[in-house]
């Protein structure tokens, strides 16, 4: 007769992964709260400026760009498992044409890595029209999203600016190396509404946006 064992989870263990859960599902249930349009505009226009002051080049890229989306400040949303949430927008012609939520489990993953900004850089109409009437769009799945990074002369990457789509993850240092931003989910939101947007919303902005 066979004897069947059950092995037992170390108690620290399982203690650790419960407050793992805790950690994360409290967070990111507060998180999921929007902030108002004038707090996330002016966390757009701190980033952009610390993205044209730190990043030699960035300008170019930016003036270049049919559509700039700007998630600042992405911020832990469950310290132990590595995931980060922001709230931005994607601007066309000096315009906030929509606002969007970025949550991430690719762009925690460096250690000594705090806040970042991610700015997102739409070079075809095409790609910007796919993300702009998507229903929810992820980097990596929906469309390629080509990392800046710094040429030799230290400033960014001409090269980079053939790609439809590019990306830059950036601090105070300027570029951050080694991360990525596959992975990473965008869907939009309306941070002054009242109730939860229902896909109707979404249906209905697709059919004026840009228009």
């Given amino acids: 007769m066979k004897k069947h064992f059950t092995k037992k989870i170390n108690p620290m263990i399982k203690y650790f992964l419960l407050i793992a859960i805790l950690n994360f599902s409290m967070s990111f249930s507060n998180l999921t709260l929007a902030r108002s349009t004038l707090e996330i505009d002016a966390a757009i226009e701190s980033a952009l400026n610390r993205f044209t002051e730190e990043v030699k080049g960035s300008q170019t890229y930016l003036d270049g760009s049919r559509g ?21 927008a994607l601007i066309v012609d000096g315009i906030k044409v929509q606002y969007y939520r970025a949550f991430s489990t690719s762009l925690g993953l460096q250690i000594g890595v705090g806040a970042k900004d991610l700015v997102i850089l739409f070079f075809d ?14 980097a990596g799945v929906d469309a390629s999203v080509a990392l800046g990074k710094y040429g030799a002369g230290g400033s960014i990457d001409t090269t980079e600016s053939q790609d439809p789509i590019v990306g830059f993850v950036f601090g105070h240092k300027g570029i951050i190396a080694g991360l990525s931003v596959e992975g990473t989910k965008f869907t939009k939101i309306w941070p002054d509404s009242d109730g939860d947007t229902v896909e109707v919303d979404i249906d209905e902005f697709n059919e004026t946006a840009l228009e």
């Fill in 68 to 88: 700039t989306l700007v998630i600042p400040r992405m911020i832990k949303a469950g310290v132990i498992l590595g995931m980060e949430y922001g709230e931005g």
């Fill in 125 to 138: 109409d095409d790609a910007m029209d796919d993300f702009l009437y998507s229903s929810g769009w992820q």
